[in-house]
């Protein structure tokens, strides 16, 4: 990160990068459900209950945070300019 920090001060056209990295890191469901390539079992799938919860499902995730960041820096961006 520290070279990608130095490579953008140093452009002429001014770049914003949203460091997501570190914010996925923190949240406990930062990581893919179903979605990881596990081969589940037989006995695995017919108990989705021991591998799925809500707050995969339901509540706002990962994704869902970096969406709001990046529409708050938008409108920092935009009030800025203005």
Do not use: F
């Not at 460091?19 to 799938?45: A, C, F, M, W």
């Not at 960041?69 to 935009?78: D, F, H, N, S, V």
Request: net charge neutral.
């Amino acid at each position: 990160m520290k070279v990608l920090e130095s490579v953008l001060k140093g452009m002429t056209t001014p770049v914003t990068y949203l460091n997501i990295t570190r914010l996925t890191d923190y949240r406990k469901d930062g990581h893919p459900s179903v979605y990881r390539k596990q081969i589940l079992s037989d006995e695995q799938k017919k108990t989705p209950l021991l591998y799925q919860d809500c707050s995969h499902w339901c509540l706002p995730g990962v994704p869902d945070s970096w969406n709001e960041i990046l529409y708050a820096e938008l409108l920092l961006k935009l009030d800025q300019l203005g």
